[in-house]
């Protein structure tokens, strides 16, 4: 049997849902599991020494485990963000399929690219939705991070605009973005054990009204606070569930080598979200 693992500080089914009913749709002898490590470093070392062939990398780990790879593909060197290791007889491949979540979503939901953005995060997600703004076409984006080191480079690193704190708009929606993007943990289930932000929007609610666009990146619960705050108000959402399904199939199909039909993949996402 193969061994395929996640490491999350806040680890949940989702992935481990769609990857174990792919196994069995296609008849592989694999097995997916997810932990939370209380040593990254160690974690790695066990990828490589026990011969776990895949491990996805989740917050906040994206950029630390760098330095314990051996290889960074260039969708990870890129933008300095790993998602996916991929272990061949102990070396250790870096991948991000995050960036080509990001890229596909944008194209799905046909943003215009000269749309205004709002990006509130600093983290490796964030960096991979930056690049895919960026690459996309995409040229006023502010990044929203309180900590302004991560924040100031992040926006510098892509030609974005920084600032520290979620702007309130007018009351008739003057100043606001025409597309919200949530990269921060703020709508997370898992947020409920170290404090409210589970219930938290991360945008105000005026900036909510006044956008075109919503876009969470959270993926648990799929229906977040800002998702439904943007349904409610009859916005286009896009949400990270979505982000979640196809990241996971690029990781999938980079861990085995095949590639799954659409109603595979469709029958294992109906699979993932039932739970």
Not at 149 to 159: E, N
Not at 174 to 202: F, H, K, R, Y
Not at 222 to 228: D, Q, V, Y
């Amino acid at each position: 049997m193969t061994l395929c693992i996640s490491l999350s500080a806040r680890p949940s089914n989702n992935g481990t849902r769609f990857h174990n009913h792919l196994y069995e749709q296609l008849g592989l002898n694999w097995i997916y599991k997810a932990f939370a490590p209380t040593d990254l470093a160690q974690a790695i070392a066990g990828v490589r020494g026990l011969g776990i062939r895949g491990c996805a990398v989740s917050m906040p780990y994206k950029e630390d485990v760098i330095a314990l790879v051996d290889v960074m593909d260039p969708s990870a060197k890129a933008i300095d963000s790993v998602n996916t290791i991929v272990n061949d007889a102990g070396r250790l491949t870096a991948y991000n399929t995050d960036y080509t979540a990001i890229e596909q979503l944008l194209q799905r939901n046909a943003v215009p690219t000269g749309s205004s953005v709002w990006l509130r995060g600093s983290g490796g997600m964030a960096k991979a939705t930056a690049a895919a703004l960026r690459d996309a076409g995409f040229r006023d984006v502010t990044v929203i991070a309180r900590n302004e080191a991560p924040g100031r480079a992040l926006a510098k690193l892509y030609g974005f605009a920084w600032l520290s704190e979620v702007p309130v708009p007018l009351a008739d929606g003057a100043g606001a973005a025409q597309m919200l993007i949530n990269v921060t943990p703020i709508g997370m289930a898992g947020s409920m054990a170290g404090g409210p932000d589970a219930d938290s929007l991360s945008f105000p609610q005026e900036a909510v009204e006044a956008a075109t666009v919503v876009f969470d990146v959270v993926a648990l619960p799929a229906e977040t606070p800002l998702i439904r705050a943007g349904r409610a108000a009859g916005k286009t959402v896009i949400t990270g569930a979505e982000v979640a399904t196809i990241q996971a199939l690029e990781q999938f199909v980079l861990y085995t080598g095949v590639r799954p039909s659409d109603e595979q993949v469709r029958a294992a996402e109906e699979f993932m979200r039932a739970q």
